[in-house]
């Protein structure tokens, strides 16, 4: 299993931008799919986005295509999430996730990642 640490988070104004930033341990990276995931107090925690292994392949909610970007560095260990244009409504806590399967469909419940960060908290001013 893969260990996974955030970072990145804060209080930002709306318009404003971050990146996040997750760290994983183990030599091991490169072979797991990875996500983001948010949770706003009182909700459910739903998806962000997702990259596959080798990055060839990206997935994101419509409720963030063309503002976010995931990316990863497999030489660093490490998966982003660029988030530009923020809005009130971002504001989450935001976690990282791993998994060995990464379907097509676009869609991914957190039932479907394995191994979850602690998250950080991403505040957006109106």
């Known amino acids: 299993q893969v260990q996974l640490v955030e970072s990145g988070g804060g209080l930002v104004q709306a318009g404003d931008s971050l990146r996040l930033s997750c760290a994983a341990s183990g030599r091991t990276f490169s072979s797991y799919h990875m996500g983001w995931f948010r949770q706003a107090p009182g909700k459910e925690r739903e998806f962000v986005a997702a990259i596959s292994w080798s990055g060839g392949r990206t997935y994101y909610a419509d409720s963030v295509k063309g503002r976010f970007t995931i990316s990863r560095d497999n030489a660093k260990n490490t998966v982003y999430l660029q988030m530009n244009s923020l809005k009130p409504e971002d504001t989450a806590v935001y976690f990282c996730?791993?998994?060995?399967?990464?379907?097509?469909?676009?869609?991914?419940?957190?039932?479907?990642?394995?191994?979850w960060g602690q998250g950080t908290q991403v505040t957006v001013s109106s």
């Open positions: 996730a791993a998994t060995n399967f990464l379907g097509g469909s676009g869609y991914y419940t957190p039932s479907d990642f394995g191994s």
